[in-house]
């Protein structure tokens, strides 16, 4: 017989507070709307009252399965629930949930708040008994709970116990600080649970300040709790909070958790997981980590050939999941560890088709070395491996030729007096025996210059006549440069990541002396490399 363990997401609220983080109203309702796909049961959208954005969200909250949740904190002493401010803002925002926060250290009482422990436990009842009376459904965070535990057990679970007593549905240990280690939540688990709080009614919240905050919360788990809280990829205060980008996975795909527990997240769900953790990163403008777990980039990346052999026999011998499951794939790195076996695997997963005695095969690889040895990386760009390995093979298409391109920077003033840069690129490239010439500056709304690469890639992108249809959904969403070489004639390589519409995602190389020289050739290879996965027939 299998339990409900229930997943309450923090992303909207918790996450915001990732340094560099910010989320408008409507990038927090497509979260939301994406949250409530995923399947998870609650979505807490913020502190009403807190800022305006957050008041923004709630006034115009997305219709969701799963329960919109508002968070606030406690009355403060010497008022009543009814007329605290405070509170009258968080449940104004009309959610048919709320998460409120209080202390539960008996150091943060006197030293934070300044008031008594019997007047803390008083604010936790109140509190609670308000929101219930109002017919919402109550949640309470316990702050500091595992410090405080520490501190004083009984103390700890006798705000807990006035929370469930006022109506709480769940009370949550919180690991505010990070620093408890996953062998100790599980034993404090326990123990609230032994003093009569039941698992059922008790949710866990850690942060990832040692690591551990994904192994903190599976023990938690593992000693009854049945509610984690946690934001996709991990977002979160200092280090982060446990991710739900990890933890979803691990539950429904690892056992014990697979058999004994059932969460909201269907099949379809998980195997969206990755591109709903792409699109996040791409609302953050922010690149995605290549080496998360399940999502990443890198989670299914053998580079090395020995593993690539065995991948090509069984991949259950490098793999402890298959990466379709979670909406992931398998990637064979080229590089210069290359052998036979990671080339033929890497062809065949791209779908180019190459029989074993074929000669290109030892070209291929000869420069892919070569190459590499120049300062190229193709085990971080994909799509300009598989444009050189067409090349080899005599099957790349030609598309289009660059005749010749040309940047300038100029630094002047404006018509107002001020000083600033402008780029601006021309490009001219023969189609066919058409020759076209684009011209495009690199002036965002705000008039604000993007720099000599950007005017490039409006450039390049602004009219490629029978082409231009299949690109126009293309966008640059990370541009990544190193130098290989240093000394007045360094080598700088450069890739960029690119995406389109569908939700598809590569990466392009390019390397040089000039590192506008770099820059373009890896825009050039994003493009060819999209009109060839895209079918698109040349001119």
Not at 183 to 198: L, N
Not at 229 to 242: M, Y
Request: negative net charge.
């Amino acid at each position: 017989m299998t339990e409900r363990l229930f997943l309450y997401d923090t992303t909207l609220r918790d996450g915001q507070q990732t340094q560099g983080v910010q989320f408008s109203a409507s990038e927090k309702t497509e979260i939301a709307q994406m949250l409530d796909q995923l399947g998870v049961d609650y979505i807490e959208g913020g502190w009403p009252g807190a800022n305006p954005t957050d008041s923004d969200f709630f006034a115009a909250a997305p219709m969701t399965r799963a329960t919109m949740t508002a968070f606030g904190m406690t009355k403060r002493a010497g008022r009543s629930a009814e007329n605290d401010d405070v509170l009258a803002a968080v449940m104004n925002a009309g959610t048919g949930a709320v998460c409120l926060v209080g202390k539960t250290h008996p150091f943060h009482v006197r030293e934070a708040l300044g008031i008594t422990l019997d007047e803390n436990l008083e604010n936790i009842r109140a509190s609670v008994a308000h929101l219930v009376a109002s017919g919402r459904e109550a949640l309470f965070d316990a702050e500091h709970f595992f410090d405080g535990f520490e501190d004083d057990p009984e103390y700890a679970i006798s705000c807990l116990r006035a929370a469930l007593e006022a109506g709480a549905r769940w009370v949550v240990l919180c690991d505010t600080n990070g620093g408890t280690l996953p062998e100790r939540v599980g034993q404090i688990t326990r123990a609230v649970i032994a003093g009569g709080i039941p698992g059922e009614h008790l949710g866990i919240h850690t942060h990832d300040d040692t690591g551990n905050a994904v192994a903190c919360t599976l023990a938690a788990v593992d000693a009854g709790a049945r509610q984690i809280q946690g934001t996709l990829n991990g977002l979160g205060e200092r280090c982060g909070n446990a991710s739900l980008t990890t933890l979803i996975p691990t539950l429904l795909l690892k056992e014990p958790y697979a058999s004994a527990l059932q969460t909201g997240v269907s099949d379809k769900g998980l195997a969206g997981l990755t591109r709903l953790s792409r699109r996040l990163d791409e609302i953050l403008n922010r690149a995605p980590s290549r080496a998360a777990p399940y999502v990443g980039a890198s989670a299914f990346a053998h580079k090395a050939g020995l593993h690539a052999s065995a991948i090509l026999k069984n991949p259950a011998t490098y793999e402890h999941v298959e990466p379709s499951v979670v909406g992931n794939e398998r990637i064979i790195p080229m590089s210069n560890q290359a052998g036979q076996s990671n080339l033929r695997a890497r062809l065949s997963e791209a779908g180019i088709e190459v029989n074993r005695d074929d000669p290109a095969l030892a070209r291929i690889l000869d420069v892919v070395k070569t190459r590499e040895d120049e300062g190229y990386a193709y085990d971080g760009a994909q799509a300009s491996f598989e444009l050189l390995a067409l090349a080899e093979l005599g099957r790349l298409q030609e598309f289009f030729s660059v005749e010749r391109y040309r940047v300038t920077v100029e630094r002047r003033k404006n018509a107002l007096g001020k000083r600033i840069t402008v780029s601006e690129a021309v490009v001219v490239v023969q189609i066919g025996d058409e020759r076209m010439l684009s011209v495009s500056e690199s002036m965002d709304e705000e008039g604000q210059d993007r720099g000599p690469v950007n005017a490039l890639s409006r450039a390049l992108a602004k009219d490629l006549g029978p082409y231009q249809s299949h690109i126009e959904d293309m966008q640059l969403v990370d541009f990544r440069v190193r130098i290989t070489a240093g000394g007045t004639d360094a080598v700088t390589r450069v890739i960029i990541d690119s995406a389109d519409g569908q939700g598809n995602r590569w990466s392009t190389v390019g390397v040089s002396h000039n590192i506008v020289d770099a820059s373009f050739e890896a825009l050039v290879d994003a493009i060819r490399w999209k009109l060839i996965r895209d079918g698109v027939k040349p001119a």
